[in-house]
């Protein structure tokens, strides 16, 4: 079965007016419209587009309680991952998401404690991890992602710092390591409130005399550039001034995903999204620990406790390429795939050589042009801002692109992978 579904965007304030009402096809309200979910998640399950196909069904959640067989497959508990479109036009808070075994342990944790689950101050809604990842819809995605070589950000400490000495205590606590200096930034003592400070105003100064934001920086007149990580700690010093996280963003990776690439974001990795329209894959949880750039609930002392503090390479995640317009998205030991079909009138299996069917439940959404989807036992056609749930009956999918002339049309379809 091929299931049309739709949702309603959620407005956080950090949300683009524009970006997802025209992805979608929808009207542009100027509220902020920040994420759409496709899935069963409580906290926004997915609205069926007709009911009478699941017996009345209003929703995705609603429907797998009724149907979990027909919805689920015979080996399935739950749908294995939440498919979001994201757009930011704002930064997200700095955050971080803990190992399968914290996500247990804090869950069983602050229920013993009797804390409520919609209690601001709650860490872990669930006791499950939130691996995830993200593929740039827009030209550029911005983000920060893991913490980068400690020199490296010497470099632009210096930068700042210029004869000043105002950051010569950063710099003697990034000489102890990372987890000393973000536990020192977090904590935010009288003497990391000051370095936040001076950093957030001597980013400020250096760009406003710099001039233009350029594509990998701020350009000066002689062609000289400050790097993209001072123009970021710049930004975020003016709309969250005083917050460690202008300072912790110095520590990170600066990313920018060109449309079509992707990044993975494993358990313990810091990051905050900067700017940009993505499909987001993730596991279905809703544990988050918050370190800055927000005003909502932050605990160091948890953050410090799920963080990772090795410096890995930017986080970016090769597809592997099923056939040349098939491309798979699927991180190691996490339990989904995000599988890309890209086409200009001609069908495209999910294939190479031999098949590389859907396992279980899967979700589908169209970002451009139009599409056919032909499984076992049915078919759909989804035009551009359209998705629907699939059901495992139809094991592979073949994807039949519009053959106007010059489209391209491009579908995503989040799945499980198989379990040993």
Not at 8 to 27: C, K, N, Q
Not at 136 to 156: M, Q, W
């Amino acid at each position: 079965m091929f299931l049309g579904i739709t949702n309603t965007a959620r407005d956080y304030a950090w949300g683009s007016v524009t970006a997802i009402p025209e992805l979608l096809g929808r009207t542009v309200t100027g509220a902020p419209q920040a994420e759409l979910w496709l899935g069963a998640h409580p906290g926004s399950p997915s609205v069926v587009v007709n009911p009478a196909m699941v017996g009345g069904a209003d929703t995705v959640l609603d429907w797998i309680a009724a149907e979990p067989e027909t919805a689920l497959g015979e080996d399935r508990t739950g749908l294995p991952f939440l498919l979001k479109v994201l757009a930011a036009a704002a930064p997200l808070s700095l955050q971080a998401h803990p190992t399968p075994e914290q996500a247990r342990e804090g869950y069983d944790r602050e229920e013993a404690a009797g804390i409520p689950i919609d209690d601001p101050s709650r860490n872990y809604k669930d006791p499950f991890p939130k691996p995830e990842l993200v593929v740039a819809l827009s030209d550029r995605f911005d983000a920060l992602s893991g913490f980068r070589p400690i020199p490296e950000t010497l470099v632009d400490v210096a930068t700042l710092d210029g004869d000043s000495g105002r950051l010569g205590p950063l710099v003697a606590h990034l000489h102890q390591g990372l987890e000393d200096t973000v536990r020192w930034l977090e904590t935010a003592d009288a003497s990391a409130a000051a370095v936040i400070d001076a950093a957030g105003h001597l980013a400020t100064e250096l760009v406003a005399e710099h001039g233009e934001h350029g594509e990998h920086g701020v350009h000066g007149e002689h062609g000289d550039a400050l790097s993209p990580n001072i123009v970021t700690a710049a930004d975020l010093a003016r709309a969250y001034p005083g917050d460690p996280g202008v300072v912790v963003s110095l520590l990170m990776h600066r990313v920018t995903l060109t449309r079509g690439q992707a990044m993975y974001l494993p358990a313990g990795n810091v990051h905050a999204y900067l700017e940009g329209l993505g499909i987001e894959l993730m596991a279905p949880s809703d544990n988050v620990l918050r370190g800055g750039l927000t005003p909502k609930h932050v605990d160091v002392d948890e953050l410090l406790h799920v963080l990772d503090f090795t410096a890995y390479p930017a986080p970016l995640l090769e597809p592997e390429h099923l056939a040349d317009a098939v491309d798979r998205f699927a991180p190691d030991g996490v339990g989904f795939a995000l599988v890309r079909v890209t086409g200009d009138g001609a069908p495209v299996g999910l294939s190479t050589g031999g098949v590389a069917p859907l396992s279980g439940p899967s979700i589908a959404i169209c970002t451009e042009g139009v599409v056919t989807l032909v499984g076992a036992t049915s078919a759909t056609l989804l035009r551009q801002g359209e998705s629907c749930f699939i059901t495992p009956d139809e094991g592979d999918v073949t994807v039949e692109a519009d053959s106007a002339a010059g489209v391209t049309s491009t579908v995503f379809i989040a799945t499980g992978t198989p379990t040993a």
